[in-house]
């Protein structure tokens, strides 16, 4: 049994990840927190900190914060099924001094949780479904999409 995650075991695509980050203009990253957090928060800690971690994902600084809350859970994951570690701290530094590391430690960091799960569920983890937090992400950044290409359009044809 897996005392690692909350419900059943999960593994998410890092590709979908990423292409769900871009068609949502970022959105979904609130949601990944919020699985993420729901999933690894709540066994580890004795308590369920999406809510919190996902509210505190839209406020400037507080989001460095749960970046480190989520990043450091995937990193006791791993460690604790043995396979290997992510270094929060390290990628936190980077992310926040450079921006661009952080495309590289989300699918990182996502890597390392579904080796995690798949450790901790002896290969059992199943594809996590769409929930209805992740359609409303994405359908708000496919329309931030089509406002972005509508005004582009617009300003080539003025001019």
């Not at 570690?85 to 980077?94: E, H």
């Not at 926040?96 to 798949?118: E, S, V």
């Amino acid at each position: 049994m897996n005392t690692m995650t909350a419900g059943p075991p999960v593994l998410r695509s890092t590709g979908r990840c990423v292409l769900y980050l871009f068609l949502s203009f970022g959105l979904w990253g609130l949601a990944w927190v919020w699985h993420t957090s729901k999933e690894l928060s709540a066994p580890m800690k004795g308590e369920d900190q999406s809510v919190l971690r996902t509210v505190l994902s839209v406020i400037p600084i507080a989001n460095y914060v749960v970046l480190y809350w989520v990043w450091d859970d995937i990193d006791k994951a791993a460690r604790q099924t043995g396979v290997g570690s992510f270094n929060t701290v390290l990628w936190l530094v980077l992310t926040i001094i450079l921006g661009f590391p952080a495309l590289i430690a989300y699918p990182l960091a996502q890597a390392r949780l579904n080796a995690a799960q798949t450790a901790a569920s002896n290969g059992t983890a199943t594809k996590a479904p769409l929930y209805t937090f992740d359609k409303v992400t994405i359908g708000i950044g496919l329309a931030l999409w089509a406002l972005v290409l509508l005004i582009i359009v617009i300003a080539v044809a003025a001019g």
